[in-house]
């Protein structure tokens, strides 16, 4: 599992069947300085990715995400989703290693 912040909502035309209920969000992964405190900016181009959501994130909340095969682990059917939002944040709490 990731964490990640929501950026935004990706919306759909048309939608599998088995996707009906959820909504995919656009999510920026964390890095090692966001973990530490720095502020939850959009970083580099191509980094962010679209998560399935049956939870309800809202944009700007941080969220806990699977990917690949783990993602479709919730679905009854197979399910087209590489991404699957599987918690919701409420606290960071992170203290680095010391050397």
């Known amino acids: 599992m990731r964490l990640g912040y929501v950026i935004g909502r990706v919306t ?3 939608a599998d ?3 009906i ?3 995919f969000l656009l999510v920026q992964p964390l890095n090692h ?3 530490a405190g720095a502020p939850m900016v959009p970083l580099a181009k191509g980094s ?3 998560v399935y959501d049956e939870l309800g994130a809202g ?3 941080v969220v806990g995400f ?3 095969a783990e993602a479709t682990m919730p679905f009854a059917k197979p399910t087209p989703v590489d991404a699957y939002v599987a918690t919701l944040v409420d ?3 992170y203290t680095p290693p010391t050397a």
């Open 12 to 14: 759909l035309t048309l």
């Open 17 to 19: 069947p088995a996707l």
């Open 21 to 23: 209920g959820g909504r």
């Open 33 to 35: 300085a966001q973990f």
């Open 48 to 50: 962010s990715l679209v």
């Open 59 to 61: 944009e700007g909340q």
């Open 66 to 68: 699977t990917e690949g």
């Open 91 to 93: 606290r960071i709490q």
